[in-house]
């Protein structure tokens, strides 16, 4: 199971005994913005974000990635309140993804919510919310996927994920490589179009390279 922002938050308050009140006493954030941090509504950043590694006594990266040393923030040599750098991509939708030219093309990219780069993806990629079961259940729906756009159809092997946009539209499929063209193929077998070949209107928008998860409640029973 993957490990997600909400959960390693969750984690290191129990280990420490530190509750939401404490959290809204020493002024980190309100009893909303708590609670959707705890529920992976939302994603701490900027001044929080800071605060709350503070409180945590984490690195600030490693509540976003669960990379690091959890305790590598704490020398006595280090200032707390130095902010660690990450890096955030906007989600657009799918909308904008299937006008997608460059960064430089989507509208209102100041408006779209922000999430921190996963490790490895370039400076210009973005995030798209999994819609549908086509990709079941590998990808849930609701899951926020990393697209890294600079890539081009060549670089990109049988089996990985990408995004296509063909007349406007954009869909999230594997890629399948042959001597005679290139292939879309969701990973639901129980998907009605297990094949989609790609025509010269198709165009590359990006390679998929990591995913944020929302976080999930299960049933036990």
């Given at each position: 199971?993957?490990?997600?922002?909400?959960?390693r938050?969750?984690?290191r308050m129990k280990?420490?005994?530190?509750?939401?009140v404490?959290?809204i006493?020493k002024?980190?954030?309100?009893?909303?913005?708590?609670?959707?941090?705890?529920?992976?509504?939302?994603?701490?950043?900027?001044?929080?974000?800071?605060k709350?590694?503070n409180?945590l006594k984490?690195d600030?990266?490693?509540?976003?990635t669960?990379q690091?040393?959890i305790?590598?923030?704490?020398?006595?040599?280090v200032?707390?309140?130095?902010?660690v750098?990450?890096?955030y991509?906007?989600?657009?939708?799918?909308?904008?993804?299937?006008?997608?030219?460059?960064m430089d093309?989507?509208?209102?990219l100041?408006?779209?919510e922000k999430?921190?780069?996963?490790?490895?993806a370039?400076?210009?990629?973005?995030y798209?919310?999994v819609?549908?079961?086509s990709?079941?259940?590998y990808f849930e729906?609701g899951?926020?996927i990393?697209?890294d756009p600079d890539?081009?159809?060549?670089?990109?092997q049988?089996?990985?994920?990408?995004?296509v946009?063909?007349?406007?539209?954009?869909?999230?499929k594997?890629?399948?490589?042959?001597?005679?063209g290139?292939?879309?193929?969701p990973?639901?077998?129980?998907?009605?179009?297990?094949?989609?070949?790609?025509n010269e209107?198709?165009?590359l928008v990006?390679?998929?390279?990591?995913?944020f998860?929302p976080?999930?409640?299960?049933?036990l029973?």
């Amino acid at each position: 199971m993957i490990e997600s922002v909400a959960d390693r938050i969750d984690k290191r308050m129990k280990e420490l005994k530190i509750k939401q009140v404490d959290l809204i006493n020493k002024k980190v954030a309100s009893k909303g913005t708590i609670s959707l941090w705890l529920s992976g509504g939302s994603i701490p950043s900027g001044d929080r974000l800071v605060k709350l590694s503070n409180e945590l006594k984490v690195d600030a990266a490693w509540i976003l990635t669960g990379q690091g040393d959890i305790n590598s923030r704490f020398d006595n040599n280090v200032e707390l309140n130095q902010v660690v750098t990450v890096t955030y991509a906007p989600v657009i939708s799918w909308v904008q993804a299937g006008s997608f030219t460059d960064m430089d093309s989507i509208n209102n990219l100041a408006e779209c919510e922000k999430l921190p780069l996963v490790p490895g993806a370039g400076k210009k990629s973005f995030y798209l919310e999994v819609r549908g079961l086509s990709n079941a259940p590998y990808f849930e729906e609701g899951e926020k996927i990393c697209i890294d756009p600079d890539y081009q159809l060549e670089d990109i092997q049988t089996g990985e994920m990408v995004v296509v946009k063909c007349n406007n539209t954009a869909t999230f499929k594997a890629l399948i490589s042959e001597p005679d063209g290139y292939y879309l193929k969701p990973l639901n077998p129980n998907w009605a179009e297990q094949v989609i070949p790609l025509n010269e209107d198709c165009i590359l928008v990006g390679k998929y390279v990591g995913s944020f998860k929302p976080a999930r409640k299960f049933s036990l029973s």
